[in-house]
Protein backbone atom coordinates (compact mmCIF):
# COMPACT_ATOMS: atom_id res chain seq x y z
CA UNK A 1 0.00 0.00 0.00
CA UNK A 2 1.05 3.61 -0.87
CA UNK A 3 1.61 5.72 2.19
CA UNK A 4 2.31 9.16 1.39
CA UNK A 5 0.82 12.88 1.33
CA UNK A 6 -0.81 13.92 -1.80
CA UNK A 7 2.08 16.20 -3.80
CA UNK A 8 0.85 19.25 -5.50
CA UNK A 9 2.57 20.91 -8.78
CA UNK A 10 4.76 19.38 -10.70
CA UNK A 11 5.29 16.21 -8.49
CA UNK A 12 1.69 15.42 -9.32
CA UNK A 13 2.68 14.33 -13.20
CA UNK A 14 6.00 12.98 -12.59
CA UNK A 15 5.32 10.30 -9.82
CA UNK A 16 5.62 7.15 -10.58
CA UNK A 17 5.92 5.31 -7.56
CA UNK A 18 1.98 4.00 -7.08
CA UNK A 19 0.72 4.73 -10.55
CA UNK A 20 -0.43 2.81 -13.06
CA UNK A 21 1.75 4.60 -15.69
CA UNK A 22 4.84 2.00 -15.66
CA UNK A 23 2.20 -0.84 -16.50
CA UNK A 24 0.16 0.95 -19.02
CA UNK A 25 3.27 2.88 -20.46
CA UNK A 26 4.10 0.32 -23.24
CA UNK A 27 0.27 0.10 -24.53
CA UNK A 28 0.08 4.37 -24.30
CA UNK A 29 3.02 4.49 -25.95
CA UNK A 30 2.12 2.31 -29.28
CA UNK A 31 -1.37 4.02 -29.15
CA UNK A 32 0.14 7.48 -28.72
CA UNK A 33 2.64 6.53 -31.82
CA UNK A 34 -0.62 5.05 -34.47
CA UNK A 35 -2.52 8.27 -33.57
CA UNK A 36 0.44 10.61 -34.52
CA UNK A 37 0.80 8.37 -37.89
CA UNK A 38 -2.73 8.85 -38.12
CA UNK A 39 -2.42 12.24 -37.60
CA UNK A 40 0.62 12.57 -40.38
CA UNK A 41 -1.62 10.99 -42.88
CA UNK A 42 -4.64 12.36 -42.56
CA UNK A 43 -6.13 8.92 -42.05
CA UNK A 44 -5.42 7.59 -45.69
CA UNK A 45 -4.32 4.04 -45.63
CA UNK A 46 -2.37 3.98 -49.04
CA UNK A 47 -5.31 5.13 -51.14
CA UNK A 48 -8.34 4.62 -48.65
CA UNK A 49 -9.24 7.11 -46.52
CA UNK A 50 -10.72 5.89 -43.52
CA UNK A 51 -13.40 8.48 -42.64
CA UNK A 52 -14.88 8.51 -39.13
CA UNK A 53 -16.88 10.42 -37.04
CA UNK A 54 -16.89 10.99 -33.52
CA UNK A 55 -20.79 9.98 -33.24
CA UNK A 56 -19.99 6.65 -32.84
CA UNK A 57 -17.03 7.20 -30.30
CA UNK A 58 -19.50 8.74 -28.32
CA UNK A 59 -22.16 6.30 -28.27
CA UNK A 60 -19.62 3.68 -27.21
CA UNK A 61 -16.73 5.47 -25.15
CA UNK A 62 -20.32 6.72 -22.61
CA UNK A 63 -20.98 2.78 -21.95
CA UNK A 64 -17.39 1.95 -21.73
CA UNK A 65 -16.51 4.54 -19.07
CA UNK A 66 -19.63 3.34 -17.07
CA UNK A 67 -18.70 -0.26 -17.33
CA UNK A 68 -15.08 0.70 -16.37
CA UNK A 69 -16.09 2.18 -13.30
CA UNK A 70 -18.90 -0.42 -12.47
CA UNK A 71 -16.13 -3.38 -12.89
CA UNK A 72 -13.46 -0.92 -10.98
CA UNK A 73 -16.38 -0.51 -8.09
CA UNK A 74 -16.45 -4.01 -7.75
CA UNK A 75 -12.91 -4.81 -7.57
CA UNK A 76 -12.41 -1.80 -4.34
CA UNK A 77 -15.58 -3.76 -2.73
CA UNK A 78 -13.17 -6.45 -2.64
CA UNK A 79 -10.29 -4.57 -1.57
CA UNK A 80 -12.56 -3.03 1.26
CA UNK A 81 -13.89 -5.76 2.42
CA UNK A 82 -10.44 -7.69 2.45
CA UNK A 83 -9.57 -4.30 4.93
CA UNK A 84 -12.64 -4.63 6.80
CA UNK A 85 -11.66 -8.30 7.43
CA UNK A 86 -7.78 -7.82 8.70
CA UNK A 87 -9.05 -5.09 11.04
CA UNK A 88 -12.03 -7.25 12.26
CA UNK A 89 -8.82 -10.08 13.04
CA UNK A 90 -7.15 -7.55 14.92
CA UNK A 91 -9.85 -6.75 17.06
CA UNK A 92 -10.62 -10.64 17.21
CA UNK A 93 -6.67 -11.21 18.12
CA UNK A 94 -6.93 -8.40 21.03
CA UNK A 95 -10.09 -9.95 22.76
CA UNK A 96 -8.73 -13.29 22.28
CA UNK A 97 -5.73 -12.42 24.07
CA UNK A 98 -7.54 -10.74 26.79
CA UNK A 99 -10.17 -13.44 27.28
CA UNK A 100 -7.37 -15.59 27.83
CA UNK A 101 -5.54 -14.06 30.65
CA UNK A 102 -8.51 -12.82 32.89
CA UNK A 103 -10.80 -15.48 31.80
CA UNK A 104 -8.63 -18.53 32.15
CA UNK A 105 -7.86 -19.30 35.87
CA UNK A 106 -4.28 -19.43 36.99
CA UNK A 107 -2.41 -18.13 40.35
CA UNK A 108 0.00 -16.05 38.37
CA UNK A 109 -0.70 -13.38 35.79
CA UNK A 110 0.02 -14.99 32.07
CA UNK A 111 3.39 -13.55 31.41
CA UNK A 112 5.62 -14.52 28.15
CA UNK A 113 8.83 -15.09 30.58
CA UNK A 114 6.66 -18.74 31.87
CA UNK A 115 7.21 -19.53 28.19
CA UNK A 116 5.29 -21.79 25.94
CA UNK A 117 4.77 -24.30 28.91
CA UNK A 118 1.77 -21.60 29.97
CA UNK A 119 -1.49 -22.71 27.76
CA UNK A 120 -2.09 -18.72 28.04
CA UNK A 121 1.07 -17.66 26.42
CA UNK A 122 0.49 -20.60 24.01
CA UNK A 123 -2.68 -19.59 22.84
CA UNK A 124 -1.89 -15.99 22.24
CA UNK A 125 1.39 -16.78 20.56
CA UNK A 126 -0.69 -19.36 18.54
CA UNK A 127 -2.95 -16.68 18.02
CA UNK A 128 -0.25 -14.36 16.43
CA UNK A 129 1.19 -17.50 14.07
CA UNK A 130 -2.46 -17.51 13.22
CA UNK A 131 -2.54 -14.17 11.64
CA UNK A 132 1.00 -15.11 10.21
CA UNK A 133 -0.13 -18.20 8.80
CA UNK A 134 -3.21 -16.69 6.85
CA UNK A 135 -1.17 -14.19 5.30
CA UNK A 136 1.14 -16.52 3.94
CA UNK A 137 -1.76 -18.78 2.90
CA UNK A 138 -3.76 -15.59 0.79
CA UNK A 139 -0.24 -14.55 -0.60
CA UNK A 140 0.81 -18.37 -1.56
CA UNK A 141 4.10 -18.56 0.36
CA UNK A 142 5.24 -21.49 2.14
CA UNK A 143 5.63 -21.39 6.05
CA UNK A 144 9.49 -20.20 7.11
CA UNK A 145 10.92 -19.59 10.04
CA UNK A 146 8.85 -15.93 10.51
CA UNK A 147 6.57 -17.47 13.24
CA UNK A 148 8.24 -21.01 14.20
CA UNK A 149 9.15 -19.64 18.02
CA UNK A 150 6.01 -19.15 18.75
CA UNK A 151 5.15 -22.79 18.48
CA UNK A 152 6.30 -25.55 19.98
CA UNK A 153 8.35 -27.84 18.21
CA UNK A 154 6.41 -30.61 17.57
CA UNK A 155 3.53 -28.71 16.46
CA UNK A 156 5.65 -26.71 14.20
CA UNK A 157 6.36 -29.83 12.30
CA UNK A 158 2.91 -31.26 12.30
CA UNK A 159 2.01 -27.62 11.28
CA UNK A 160 4.44 -27.66 8.17
CA UNK A 161 2.50 -30.61 6.77
CA UNK A 162 -0.92 -29.51 6.66
CA UNK A 163 -2.36 -28.18 3.82
CA UNK A 164 -4.65 -25.76 5.73
CA UNK A 165 -2.55 -24.26 8.16
CA UNK A 166 -4.67 -21.30 9.78
CA UNK A 167 -7.25 -24.12 10.35
CA UNK A 168 -4.52 -26.14 11.78
CA UNK A 169 -3.68 -23.80 14.56
CA UNK A 170 -7.14 -23.40 15.75
CA UNK A 171 -8.05 -27.20 15.17
CA UNK A 172 -5.13 -26.84 18.55
CA UNK A 173 -6.46 -23.65 19.69
CA UNK A 174 -9.28 -25.78 20.32
CA UNK A 175 -7.80 -28.91 21.90
CA UNK A 176 -5.65 -26.14 24.68
CA UNK A 177 -9.00 -25.10 25.43
CA UNK A 178 -10.46 -28.11 26.07
CA UNK A 179 -7.70 -28.68 28.41
CA UNK A 180 -8.40 -26.06 30.58
CA UNK A 181 -12.14 -26.92 30.90
CA UNK A 182 -11.07 -30.26 32.02
CA UNK A 183 -8.63 -29.07 33.94
CA UNK A 184 -11.35 -26.63 35.55
CA UNK A 185 -9.46 -23.68 34.84
CA UNK A 186 -12.46 -21.92 33.17
CA UNK A 187 -16.21 -22.83 33.19
CA UNK A 188 -17.55 -24.35 30.26
CA UNK A 189 -19.69 -21.09 29.71
CA UNK A 190 -16.96 -18.58 30.16
CA UNK A 191 -15.13 -20.74 27.49
CA UNK A 192 -17.76 -20.45 25.34
CA UNK A 193 -16.97 -16.79 24.60
CA UNK A 194 -13.46 -17.61 23.85
CA UNK A 195 -14.51 -20.11 21.31
CA UNK A 196 -17.28 -17.52 19.78
CA UNK A 197 -14.10 -15.50 19.26
CA UNK A 198 -11.85 -17.89 17.85
CA UNK A 199 -15.00 -18.78 15.51
CA UNK A 200 -14.50 -14.89 14.57
CA UNK A 201 -11.49 -15.25 13.98
CA UNK A 202 -11.59 -18.23 11.52
CA UNK A 203 -14.62 -16.57 10.10
CA UNK A 204 -12.65 -13.71 8.65
CA UNK A 205 -9.90 -16.20 7.28
CA UNK A 206 -12.61 -18.01 5.68
CA UNK A 207 -13.87 -15.22 4.05
CA UNK A 208 -10.48 -13.83 2.94
CA UNK A 209 -10.44 -17.05 1.48
CA UNK A 210 -13.26 -16.33 -0.10
CA UNK A 211 -12.34 -14.12 -2.08
CA UNK A 212 -9.47 -14.49 -3.16
CA UNK A 213 -10.65 -17.70 -4.85
CA UNK A 214 -13.22 -16.27 -6.50
CA UNK A 215 -12.12 -13.30 -8.82
CA UNK A 216 -14.46 -11.37 -10.99
CA UNK A 217 -15.56 -13.35 -14.16
CA UNK A 218 -12.81 -13.69 -16.81
CA UNK A 219 -15.18 -13.21 -19.74
CA UNK A 220 -16.49 -9.98 -17.94
CA UNK A 221 -13.10 -8.49 -17.93
CA UNK A 222 -11.52 -9.74 -21.23
CA UNK A 223 -14.85 -8.40 -22.53
CA UNK A 224 -14.37 -4.58 -21.12
CA UNK A 225 -10.29 -5.09 -21.74
CA UNK A 226 -10.91 -5.73 -25.94
CA UNK A 227 -13.54 -3.40 -25.74
CA UNK A 228 -11.48 -0.74 -24.27
CA UNK A 229 -8.32 -0.81 -26.50
CA UNK A 230 -10.48 -1.20 -29.65
CA UNK A 231 -11.93 2.25 -28.89
CA UNK A 232 -8.61 3.66 -28.00
CA UNK A 233 -7.00 2.35 -31.13
CA UNK A 234 -10.10 3.54 -33.48
CA UNK A 235 -10.40 6.96 -31.98
CA UNK A 236 -7.75 8.90 -34.09
CA UNK A 237 -9.79 8.10 -37.23
CA UNK A 238 -12.46 9.69 -35.93
CA UNK A 239 -10.42 12.92 -34.44
CA UNK A 240 -8.18 13.78 -37.05
CA UNK A 241 -10.82 15.55 -39.54
CA UNK A 242 -12.43 17.35 -36.81
CA UNK A 243 -9.09 18.40 -34.56
CA UNK A 244 -6.18 17.96 -36.65
CA UNK A 245 -2.22 18.05 -35.15
CA UNK A 246 -4.29 17.73 -31.32
CA UNK A 247 -5.16 14.07 -32.20
CA UNK A 248 -2.20 12.57 -30.58
CA UNK A 249 -2.58 14.82 -27.18
CA UNK A 250 -6.50 14.13 -26.65
CA UNK A 251 -5.85 10.22 -27.85
CA UNK A 252 -3.35 9.97 -25.06
CA UNK A 253 -4.99 11.73 -22.33
CA UNK A 254 -8.45 9.32 -23.39
CA UNK A 255 -5.78 6.43 -23.70
CA UNK A 256 -4.66 6.76 -20.31
CA UNK A 257 -7.89 6.91 -18.76
CA UNK A 258 -8.86 3.98 -20.23
CA UNK A 259 -5.51 2.09 -19.95
CA UNK A 260 -5.43 3.35 -16.59
CA UNK A 261 -8.69 1.88 -15.33
CA UNK A 262 -8.50 -1.01 -16.77
CA UNK A 263 -5.28 -1.58 -15.32
CA UNK A 264 -6.04 -0.34 -11.54
CA UNK A 265 -9.33 -2.90 -11.52
CA UNK A 266 -6.83 -5.60 -12.17
CA UNK A 267 -4.09 -4.52 -9.43
CA UNK A 268 -6.93 -4.11 -6.65
CA UNK A 269 -9.12 -7.11 -7.76
CA UNK A 270 -6.77 -9.23 -5.61
CA UNK A 271 -5.87 -7.12 -2.60
CA UNK A 272 -3.82 -9.69 -0.54
CA UNK A 273 -0.56 -9.68 -3.13
CA UNK A 274 2.47 -8.16 -2.99
CA UNK A 275 1.71 -5.23 -5.79
CA UNK A 276 2.05 -1.60 -4.41
CA UNK A 277 -1.11 -0.97 -3.90
CA UNK A 278 -2.73 -4.38 -2.51
CA UNK A 279 -3.21 -4.35 1.29
CA UNK A 280 -0.09 -4.12 3.75
CA UNK A 281 -0.45 -7.40 5.43
CA UNK A 282 3.31 -7.74 6.55
CA UNK A 283 2.20 -4.80 8.30
CA UNK A 284 -1.01 -5.33 9.96
CA UNK A 285 0.67 -8.99 11.44
CA UNK A 286 3.17 -7.00 13.02
CA UNK A 287 0.58 -4.47 14.78
CA UNK A 288 -1.43 -7.89 15.74
CA UNK A 289 2.13 -9.35 17.07
CA UNK A 290 3.26 -6.32 19.05
CA UNK A 291 0.11 -6.13 20.46
CA UNK A 292 -0.76 -9.52 21.64
CA UNK A 293 3.03 -9.66 22.98
CA UNK A 294 2.61 -6.18 24.82
CA UNK A 295 -0.27 -7.46 27.32
CA UNK A 296 2.30 -10.55 28.14
CA UNK A 297 4.51 -8.03 29.32
CA UNK A 298 7.36 -9.49 26.37
CA UNK A 299 10.42 -7.67 26.55
CA UNK A 300 11.09 -8.49 23.13
CA UNK A 301 8.42 -6.56 20.61
CA UNK A 302 9.55 -6.02 17.63
CA UNK A 303 9.09 -2.32 15.91
CA UNK A 304 5.88 -1.65 13.89
CA UNK A 305 6.72 -1.80 9.85
CA UNK A 306 7.38 1.44 8.30
CA UNK A 307 6.64 2.34 4.78
CA UNK A 308 10.20 1.48 2.34
CA UNK A 309 10.29 4.17 -0.14
CA UNK A 310 6.55 5.05 0.22
CA UNK A 311 5.48 1.29 0.36
CA UNK A 312 4.05 -0.48 3.23
CA UNK A 313 3.72 -4.33 2.72
Not at 98 to 111: G, M, N, V, W, Y
Not at 225 to 254: E, K, N, Q
Request: glycine share 6%; net charge negative; charged share 20%.
Amino acid sequence: MIIRDRPSGLKLFLLLRGSVMPRILPSLIVNTMIATLVTLTHGDLFELKITLTTIPFSLIGLPIAIFLGFRNNSAYDRFWEGRKLWGELVHKSRSFSRQCQSLIDFPEPASARAGLADVRVRMIFRAIAFAHALRHNLRDLSADEEYQHLLPSSEWKQLEKSSNKPDFLMQRMGQDLRLCIQEKRIDPCLAASIDATMSSMTAAGAACERIKGTPIPFSYTLLLHRTAYIYCFLLPFGLVDSIGFMTPFVVAIVAYTFFGLDALGDEIEEPFGMEANDLPLDAICRTIEINLRESLGDEEIPAPLAPVDYCLT
